[in-house]
């Protein structure tokens, strides 16, 4: 009977010392071909562009491109590879950001080694891979200030100032009523009971 042929993940952290140790686990794994560990999104980027693998876990900050640059550009080329970041930060906004550009999957490298692996297993399956480490109210609501119109995310920011809707019809030269439908439309949008609510969720999300 064949055996199954071996998902192939590359690793790509700037963080030397972090990288190396778990690309020592990595390689310890049935079933998987590390194949290879870059330490700056420039080359990972031209290395994923000449030859896709499977998997790619991703930290967030790096030199050259961002893990989320990297990302947005492998996915403008219709890369199929399935990615997850893999970082230090798990900020709600920040796995916001990170689901919007394209990523499949957010793991944190506080996360056990089994929750990771776990995690591998369920991203080659085609599924999203959330780490249990993860405030998920606080994304859902990140989630929402990214579907959000420009003129609601103006408004939202301008509510965050403490502005009145009055004040900021005349800032932006709308009608209050309209400054209040867009209210409304927030308030909607991230589950909230009222425009404080609203502005509580926003500040506790980081946007």
Same mark, same amino acid.
């Given at each position: 009977?064949? *055996? $199954?042929?071996?998902?192939?993940?590359?690793?790509?952290?700037?963080?030397?010392?972090?990288?190396?140790?778990?690309?020592?686990?990595?390689?310890?794994?049935?079933?998987?071909?590390?194949?290879?560990?870059?330490?700056?999104?420039? +080359?990972?980027?031209?290395?994923?562009?000449?030859? $896709?693998? =499977?998997?790619?876990?991703?930290?967030?900050?790096?030199? !050259?491109?961002?893990?989320?640059?990297?990302?947005?550009?492998?996915?403008?080329?219709?890369?199929?590879?399935?990615?997850?970041?893999?970082?230090?930060?798990?900020?709600?906004?920040?796995?916001?950001?990170?689901?919007?550009? !394209?990523? =499949?999957?957010?793991?944190?490298?506080? =996360? *056990?080694?089994?929750?990771?692996?776990?995690?591998?297993?369920?991203? +080659?399956? @085609?599924?999203?891979?959330? *780490?249990?480490?993860? /405030?998920?109210? !606080?994304?859902? /609501?990140?989630?929402?200030?990214?579907?959000?119109?420009?003129?609601?995310?103006?408004?939202?920011?301008?509510?965050?100032?403490?502005?009145?809707?009055?004040?900021? @019809?005349?800032?932006?030269?709308?009608?209050?009523?309209?400054?209040?439908?867009?209210?409304?439309?927030?308030?909607?949008?991230?589950?909230?009971?009222?425009?404080?609510?609203?502005?509580?969720?926003?500040?506790?999300?980081?946007?």
């Amino acid at each position: 009977m064949t *055996s $199954p042929k071996p998902l192939s993940l590359v690793l790509v952290d700037d963080h030397r010392m972090v990288a190396d140790a778990m690309s020592e686990w990595l390689k310890s794994l049935p079933g998987i071909d590390l194949r290879g560990v870059y330490f700056d999104g420039t +080359a990972a980027l031209a290395a994923l562009s000449a030859s $896709p693998p =499977d998997l790619a876990l991703v930290d967030q900050s790096m030199p !050259g491109l961002s893990g989320l640059e990297l990302v947005r550009a492998l996915r403008s080329t219709g890369c199929p590879t399935r990615f997850a970041m893999l970082t230090t930060y798990g900020h709600p906004m920040l796995v916001a950001e990170a689901l919007d550009a !394209g990523m =499949d999957g957010y793991l944190l490298k506080e =996360d *056990s080694k089994s929750e990771i692996l776990r995690g591998i297993a369920d991203l +080659a399956k @085609g599924e999203c891979v959330l *780490s249990s480490n993860l /405030d998920m109210d !606080g994304v859902r /609501d990140a989630m929402a200030t990214l579907r959000i119109t420009a003129r609601e995310r103006e408004i939202l920011e301008l509510l965050i100032q403490g502005l009145s809707a009055t004040d900021i @019809g005349k800032r932006l030269g709308i009608g209050q009523r309209t400054v209040e439908t867009h209210r409304n439309s927030l308030v909607a949008k991230f589950g909230a009971r009222n425009a404080l609510e609203l502005v509580r969720k926003c500040t506790e999300a980081g946007f």
